[in-house]
């Protein structure tokens, strides 16, 4: 009589087994979570500083074109670490907007409002913006980091008093950095994105 070599799996030995994979298969879960969370976090990093950076370079576009405004201020209103606001005819439409833009610091949002002139001449700016719309997210600047940063005609010769101290005399600015920190999540990647340009106020010389 020939007998099978080959033996049953004991009911332990079947438990041990599913306990095997189910162990391995939460590992890997574990991992695919993992990855499938990195990536997605690169990828939203990515979008939020392309934006930023796009931003930016609207920003700076823009501001290269400042002008006077149509009741005849000067190009710039005001100007502060997270606050700007200046005259652009930001829509060609041959009338001068009033341009505002502004670190909302509650919400981490870069914000543009505009502000068209009424009345016949002279024209007037009302105080509040007539609309307002988000530039990009996810900006991070704080006191020690500003978004703007002002410079006089004798920049780069002239270190020593620049960049100008705010609250600027807006008289003395012919250069402005835009500049963004961004982070989608400050607390879980405190390495945040830099971003930033320089915006020659080319009309500005008109006033030398």
């Known amino acids: 009589m020939r ?42 990093e990515g979008l939020a500083s392309a934006a930023a950076s796009r931003a930016t370079n609207k920003i700076i576009t823009k501001l290269r074109s400042v002008r006077q405004a149509d009741n005849g ?7 502060s670490d997270f606050d700007l606001k200046v005259y652009i005819d930001i829509d060609d439409d041959g009338v001068t907007e009033r341009v505002h833009y502004f670190l909302d610091l509650a919400t981490d949002q870069l914000k543009v409002g505009v502000t068209n002139p009424v009345g016949t001449t002279p024209v007037s700016y009302p105080a509040a913006d007539d609309t307002v719309s988000i530039l990009t997210d996810y900006v991070v600047n704080e006191n020690a980091n500003p978004v703007f940063y002002y410079y006089n005609k004798n920049y780069p ?15 003395d600015v012919r250069l402005i950095r835009v500049h963004l920190l961004v982070n ?11 971003i930033e340009s320089f915006a020659d106020l080319r009309n500005l010389k008109n006033y030398e």
Not at 157 to 171: H, K, Q, S
């Open 157 to 171: 010769g002239d270190t020593v008093n620049n960049p100008l101290t705010t609250p600027i005399n807006v008289e």
């Open 3 to 44: 007998y099978s070599r080959y033996k049953a799996m004991t009911l332990i030995e079947g438990l041990v087994a599913i306990a095997v994979m189910l162990i391995a298969m939460e590992g890997f879960t574990q991992f695919f979570v993992r990855s499938w969370n990195t990536n997605k976090f690169i990828l939203e």
């Open 73 to 79: 201020d000067f190009p710039i209103e005001s100007g």
């Open 184 to 194: 989608i999540d400050p607390v879980r990647a405190p390495n945040n994105i830099n």
